[in-house]
């Protein structure tokens, strides 16, 4: 494609020198740009990559796109504002390959990820070639690739739907991160159903306030678009638990479709029976009742399924194939998972870094322990300070006794991010241990026979971020370590 055809979907730029070059792809790290690429400079949190257009340009890029003129020798387009505009460039460049595919957007604060692999496997069970994105990975298939962010900004996105599209996959599920929608990253993504799960207290560092978050998720469902059409009709699925789903349901004109354990909602469980490893309920919905068994704990894994649920319903999937799938869906790595090394007492690793999620966590916990429960848990550095007290109180008023360390530090001083934590607990059970996996090794070594250790705040992570650099890490194999020399 010619630069200039490529530049008629922006409405104004300006050029500075000449030349109608081929482009044969986009990048925006001057490190992937190759010969006949456009490049495209973003001004970051910590780079402005204005400064490596002549990297770029020797690279080999034919031109670039900009938010200011430079000292190069290719044509520059001028451009207010570089992100708004690759979202509009790359959509065109890779021809709208979003509006190929059935998309499904999923966001809240917690549960984005297993809603997101159960909707993924009712699909997938039902005869669709899928694609997913999120936290864990990134899907084709059955191919998995590495994923570096929950949401990918738009350039990847765009070119990562091109890829689905061009091996075969008719429908796409991915997480839908706030961050994501505030700075646009999902611009020029044509969803079909935006899912929200639910909405605590998480991000305040980037948001500030709990209205700013909120708003920031209902782009989503703003963004789907205000006509009807009937062979393609926008779906929202709202949980109608949440105290933000009024919120929601007015920021959409698509159709709403809600969820819950409340009998307004449109699919809801009631009878809950909630084991150590499966969860038994009867939905309710308009199609009737119908009884589920899950391979899944806790009510927090009631409410990711009926989400599925929902959403498989807007996508046209009859309800018992969705509840057959369902119920041989195993769990999800990183999420309550079991660590079993034939030790006389349980072992939980779970995600769980927010107030709320480690709260659930920690209710269906309460749920299925027959002695007392350990919690090893810290904060991430460099993210909200404001939780940190609020997670130290949750895992002293949910646990026996608690063990607060090191998550994810970053270029915060650890002791600083557990003194903010302790700042919550005064007076309470609790043991500050600085470096992580000797924490572990302290609360494995205290556990009793009946005892549950939980390991919470990095799930599936198999790193761990301090200072600048990244190490080997993963809670769950640092725990079968010490059980088995136990």
Do not use: W
């Not at 190929?100 to 005869?127: A, E, M, W, Y």
């Not at 969860?279 to 599925?308: C, D, H, I, R, W």
């Amino acid at each position: 494609m010619r630069l200039h055809t490529l530049l008629e979907v922006l409405p104004f730029f300006s050029v500075q020198g000449e030349g109608n070059p081929a482009i044969s792809n986009i990048a925006n790290h001057h490190k992937k740009v190759k010969s006949g690429d456009l490049f495209i400079c973003i001004n970051g949190l910590e780079i402005d990559s204005h400064s490596l257009a002549g990297v770029a340009e020797r690279n080999g890029a034919a031109a670039i796109l900009a938010e200011r003129t430079l000292e190069v020798d290719i044509p520059v387009i001028v451009v207010p504002d570089t992100k708004k505009a690759m979202a509009i460039l790359a959509d065109y460049f890779y021809k709208q390959p979003s509006h190929q595919l059935f998309l499904v957007g999923v966001t809240g604060t917690n549960g984005k990820t297993t809603t997101t692999l159960l909707i993924d496997q009712v699909f997938t069970q039902s005869g669709m070639k899928t694609g997913l994105i999120g936290t864990m990975h990134i899907k084709v298939g059955d191919e998995l690739q590495v994923s570096h962010n929950t949401t990918p900004d738009s350039l990847t996105l765009q070119q990562t739907f091109r890829s689905f599209c061009d091996k075969g996959v008719r429908s796409a599920i991915m997480e839908v991160s706030s961050h994501a929608l505030d700075q646009g990253r999902v611009h020029g993504c044509d969803y079909d159903i935006a899912v929200f799960t639910n909405l605590t207290q998480d991000h305040l560092d980037y948001h500030k306030t709990m209205d700013n978050y909120r708003n920031a998720k209902g782009l989503l469902f703003s963004q789907l678009g205000n006509t009807y059409f009937k062979k393609s009709p926008k779906y929202a699925i709202i949980n109608k638990d949440d105290e933000a789903a009024d919120y929601f349901i007015k920021s959409t004109a698509a159709h709403v479709v809600t969820y819950g354990l409340s009998p307004s909602a449109d699919f809801h469980a009631k009878d809950l029976i909630l084991g150590a490893t499966e969860t038994q309920f009867t939905l309710v919905s308009p199609f009737g009742e119908q009884k589920m068994v899950l391979n899944l704990a806790g009510q927090f894994n009631v409410y990711n399924a009926l989400a599925a649920i929902a959403t498989a319903f807007a996508a046209g999937i009859p309800i018992e194939e969705s509840i057959g799938s369902l119920e041989k869906a195993k769990g999800v790595r990183g999420r309550f998972e079991t660590i079993s090394e034939g030790q006389p007492f349980s072992v939980i690793v779970d995600y769980a870094h927010t107030p709320d999620g480690l709260k659930n966590v920690l209710e269906t916990i309460q749920t299925i322990v027959a002695g007392k429960v350990i919690v090893v848990v810290g904060c991430g550095g460099d993210r909200d300070r404001i939780k940190r007290p609020i997670m130290a109180e949750i895992a002293c008023d949910y646990g026996d006794y608690a063990i607060f360390t090191s998550d994810n530090p970053r270029t915060e001083d650890p002791v600083g991010i557990l003194k903010d934590m302790e700042s919550g607990v005064f007076g309470k059970q609790y043991q500050l241990i600085v470096d992580r996996k000797e924490a572990i090794k302290v609360a494995l070594n205290r556990a009793q026979p009946g005892d549950v250790v939980l390991i919470a705040g990095k799930g599936h992570e198999t790193y761990q971020i301090i200072g600048n650099n990244v190490y080997d890490f993963d809670d769950r194999e640092v725990a079968r370590h010490f059980i088995k020399g136990m």
